[in-house]
């Protein structure tokens, strides 16, 4: 089920992105991102070259279609491609790359998959801030609005996880 | 032969990543200066329609308290043409008559917002005005109740601006009508705070003082409201930094009018031949 829906699930979210990068700016502290947990959840037979790719792709739509600097989401969004693997390897443990298996709450339990979302959400933010702030922010400035985004961006981005991996047992 | 079958994997993977993240940079380098872009223009023109289209619905609902403001600002310009007309006959200033839309080299046009970001560190304004109607990069974005924006790229019946709240736009400003000038720029948290910067310590002033544009810059004419003088704190020891209410909050704004510098070109070429 997973294989076969996952790219349909995939584009919904980046179009859903779209929206929130464009409706969803509440405050200068809060800026709300479904990406870094979409590209955590791309399936693990997909070699990271690919990760890559398809990073920088959603990154460069969600850049042309919504508000912001042309070219910051896919800046951000790269490394977190890169990493990816890496990060699941650490968290979920050899087997699930070796295996080319994939993650799911139901199979890992919500601690572990949270803290891969937060690896991966703190990267992602950490650079888009630090280029978004372009040298005028203040560090409390910057420092407030990477904790209220990440709070706000975990909730959202458990949500996702649990669409974009769900377990082929239920 | 294993190790270098696991080298050269690893080789492509750095180096597909250090291409992409060089190709974002080049991007964010190049945002909105490059109108001749296809990639940017394909993106604000895509702004423009589609969620400058869905913007016009919540201007609709808006549209109660826009028409309060245009009738105060409406009796505000009466009263002022009124006071004109009698300084003029007063004075026999005829050779006013014939300059409507012009003072000295400043031209000025209406034009509107067709999307405004809001929220954002580095905010944008798209204008349904572009070259066919007289509009030029460095075009300065204004109300009568302050600066609004400059036009960074141009294209035939759009606009791309970067607004005033965007660090990197920053105006000339002046305290009162003849204080000390300085750069203002964004706050960066609220859509009416900005921040006079660089003043130095021996002039004086109080909460509530009028913050005008100085006239140094060649894409603002000089002595246009922005806001009020909140409080200050001394930078360094050696300067003020003031903190400003601005008049205009930005993030609301509809129709603007569109200041261009006919001698801005001359400015510069003078700037051009004095740089070494």
């Known amino acids: 089920m997973r294989q076969q829906y996952f790219f ?19 405050s200068p502290y809060l800026m709300v991102t479904l990406l870094p947990v979409m590209v955590l959840c791309i ?31 896919t800046f951000a969004l790269v490394p977190v491609a890169l990493v990816r693997r890496s990060v699941c390897q650490a968290i979920f443990g050899d087997e699930l790359i070796t295996r080319q298996d994939d993650f799911s709450i139901r199979k890992y339990g919500i601690g572990k998959v949270l803290f891969a979302i937060v690896i991966v959400h703190s990267l992602f933010l950490v650079l888009y801030l630090w280029a978004d702030a372009a040298g005028a922010r203040t560090f409390s400035f910057n420092a407030l609005r990477f904790a209220c985004s990440l709070a706000a961006g975990l909730l959202l981005s458990v949500f996702v996880a649990e669409i974009l991996t769900p377990d082929d047992r239920r | 032969m294993p190790q270098r079958r696991r080298i050269l994997p690893t080789l492509a993977v750095a180096v597909i990543f250090i291409v992409l993240e060089v190709a974002a940079l080049r991007f964010m380098r190049s945002d ?27 201007d609709y609902f808006a549209l109660r308290g826009a028409n309060d403001r245009l009738a ?42 067709v999307k405004n970001s809001r929220g954002r560190q ?41 607004s005033f709240l ?32 660089e003043i130095p310590l021996q002039h004086k002033f109080n909460p509530g003082d009028t913050v005008r544009t100085s006239g140094y ?12 003088v909140e409080d200050s704190k001394i930078v360094n020891g050696a300067t003020y930094d003031i903190r400003v209410r601005l008049f205009e909050d930005i993030s609301a ?18 700037e051009k031949e004095e740089t070494p």
């Open chain 1, 8 to 26: 349909v699930y995939y584009v919904l979210l980046t179009a859903i992105q779209v929206l929130l990068g464009n409706y969803f700016t509440f």
């Open chain 1, 43 to 73: 399936p693990t037979k997909y070699h990271t070259v690919w990760a890559l790719l398809i990073a920088f792709a959603t990154g460069m739509v969600v850049d042309l279609l919504s508000e912001g600097i042309l070219g910051i989401n």
């Open chain 2, 32 to 58: 909105g200066i490059m109108q001749d872009f296809f990639l940017a223009r394909i993106s604000h023109v895509f702004k423009a329609k589609v969620w400058g289209g869905t913007q016009r619905i919540g």
């Open chain 2, 72 to 113: 105060e600002e409406n009796f505000r310009l009466a009263q002022q043409v009124r006071s004109l007309e009698a300084d003029r006959e007063r004075r026999h200033l005829d050779s006013l008559a014939g300059t409507f839309g012009r003072i000295g080299d400043f031209r000025f046009q209406r034009g509107n917002i």
């Open chain 2, 122 to 162: 580095h905010n944008y304004l798209i204008l349904g005005q572009g070259s066919e109607d007289g509009v030029t990069v460095h075009t300065g974005v204004i109300t009568s109740r302050g600066v609004v924006g400059i036009v960074d790229a141009v294209g035939r019946h759009y606009s791309y601006a970067l």
């Open chain 2, 166 to 197: 965007n660090p990197e736009v920053s105006i000339s400003a002046r305290l009162g009508r003849d204080g000390a000038v300085g750069p203002l720029v964004w706050d960066g948290v609220r859509t009416d705070g900005a921040i006079l910067r």
């Open chain 2, 217 to 228: 810059s060649s894409i603002f004419p000089p002595d246009i409201p922005l806001g009020t």
């Open chain 2, 253 to 270: 704004v509809r129709y603007v009018t569109l200041v261009s510098n006919d001698g801005r070109a001359e400015i510069q070429e003078l």
